[in-house]
């Protein structure tokens, strides 16, 4: 038994890892384009000369794979691991770039992996100084970075049929395959069709030009990175703040569902129980955070203002502010805690657990409790609305709460271990794995360097959703047999 276990057990190729690297390496020589032409317009020639650079080396490695041959077919654990190495490699090679601003290479690297994994964290205590290309670059990687993982999840979710099935109510009559890269075009004109709108929204409510356009791409993407030291706070009116966060919020709905509306689909696409769920969440911390806030002296207008901001900043792992964070009482702390861990939706560019996970959780919660009252021979399937939910949806979704809950008590005892307060230090690794980029004050220039590291990890973790990084470091995804083709 355990011999055949072994033989159905299959180690990476890698001439099939380094085949799709190459492809990926292509793509992302396309995308540093762009950062490279704002370099040039801004007139940051040392920064274009090193983005030049790397696009010169990542078209060499995607013109070297191309005598790799063609795989017939890509395994799961290969696709986990080209994933994983595409954001490891990513921000590696754009913290070169960054460096010319006069980063040294820890505070690049950090800047790039906080970029490319949506979250938002910096250790820098100022931005403005910066030079806009710098700048630009920062929100343009978040945009690409919410970009990649929803191709990911498109992915991934193959593997999960509750979610095939949701892929496939938007097609007629196409095949499995055909039906993922369908989804998949569909995704990316909705993705940038929302980046359009928020750009085109926030420059007609009075933002400049490149105001408005980094906040778009930092908004659409979940990403959080704002050219301004105070993020919202900085902005000229309330009303763009509140409008920076609402795109947030039509980032964090799953995008699949914009592709039903435009079907005419409007009432079952309003009715999605997840949908539902986020803007339940999103209420619910907003009013929360808004109360607190008043009942700490803040005045009845301000509290509402700025607890919507932060609610929804917070659920839809945003991670804007239009206030100190480390200004906020304890119970606020909580709040923005729980809203960050729980996220957005899944198949958006939120991080956190997801909603769905959330609800399937909640509904075995209550199958459990009504199993108790019915007789021991009854049969009692459980479903998530009109979906039947099976064992493979179960156990996925329990298994990645549970890895969010073990990664970020780790990542907790390292920095009360270091001496940090035991709620803010849980605040600032839930703002990590969740990728949302709220800070309790923690993150910053005097943060130890092994610290840093672990927020970095705990940023691909989140973003990578824990299990594609497990693969790359399980030894028997490099040892063993390997297919032939």
Not at 3 to 16: D, I, K, Q
Not at 95 to 105: D, F, H, I, N
Not at 284 to 307: E, N, Q
Request: glycine share 10%; net charge neutral; proline share 4%.
């Amino acid at each position: 038994m355990a011999e055949g276990r072994l033989t159905l057990r299959y180690a990476v190729r890698l001439a099939a890892i380094g085949k799709y690297l190459g492809q990926l390496a292509f793509i992302l020589a396309l995308l540093s384009g762009v950062p490279l032409i704002a370099a040039l317009v801004f007139g940051d020639y040392a920064i274009a000369g090193r983005y030049a650079a790397v696009i010169m080396l990542l078209l060499l490695l995607s013109l070297l794979s191309q005598k790799l041959p063609t795989p017939s077919q890509l395994q799961q654990n290969e696709a986990m691991v080209i994933v994983t190495l595409a954001f490891i490699l990513s921000p590696l090679l754009m913290s070169y770039p960054m460096m010319a601003t006069g980063l040294s290479w820890g505070e690049a690297l950090f800047e790039a992996i906080s970029a490319v994994t949506t979250t938002g964290l910096s250790t820098l205590e100022r931005v403005e100084h910066l030079p806009r290309s710098f700048l630009f670059a920062r929100a343009w990687m978040q945009w690409y970075g919410g970009l990649g993982i929803v191709a990911l999840s498109v992915a991934l979710l193959l593997g999960h049929h509750i979610a095939s099935r949701r892929l496939a109510e938007s097609t007629t009559g196409e095949g499995l395959a055909t039906t993922a890269r369908t989804h998949a075009r569909r995704v990316l004109g909705v993705y940038l069709l929302l980046t359009l709108l928020a750009g085109l929204g926030l420059f007609l409510l009075g933002m400049e030009p490149f105001v408005a356009v980094t906040h778009a791409l930092a908004a659409v993407s979940t990403g959080g990175f704002s050219p301004y030291d105070d993020s919202l706070h900085g902005l000229a009116h309330a009303n763009q703040a509140m409008a920076v966060v609402l795109f947030g919020l039509l980032g964090a709905v799953p995008l699949h569902l914009y592709y039903r509306l435009r079907q005419h689909h409007i009432l079952p696409s309003l009715k999605d129980v997840e949908l539902r769920l986020l803007l339940l969440t999103c209420l619910l911390a907003a009013v929360f955070i808004s109360l607190l806030l008043y009942r700490s002296g803040m005045a009845w207008g301000d509290a509402i203002f700025h607890g919507v901001v932060q609610g929804i900043s917070a659920q839809t792992t945003s991670g804007f502010s239009s206030l100190p964070i480390q200004s906020l009482n304890d119970d606020s702390k909580l709040v923005i805690i729980i809203a960050m861990f729980i996220g957005g939706g899944l198949g958006s560019t939120s991080g956190g657990v997801k909603i769905l996970r959330l609800l399937i959780l909640l509904r075995l919660l209550q199958l459990l409790l009504q199993r108790i009252a019915m007789p021991s021979h009854a049969v009692m399937r459980p479903k998530l609305g009109q979906r039947a939910l099976d064992e493979t949806d179960i156990q996925g979704s329990l298994l990645l709460i549970l890895l969010f809950v073990t990664v970020n008590i780790i990542s907790w005892l390292i920095f009360v271990f270091h001496g940090y307060p035991p709620l803010d230090a849980l605040f600032e690794v839930v703002s990590a794995t969740g990728t949302v980029g709220l800070s309790s004050g923690i993150t910053g220039p005097e943060l130890e360097p092994q610290l840093r590291l672990v927020l970095c990890v705990d940023m691909l973790l989140g973003r990578l959703e824990i299990v594609a990084l497990l693969v790359l470091l399980y030894p028997y995804s490099w040892i063993g047999r390997r297919t032939e083709s």
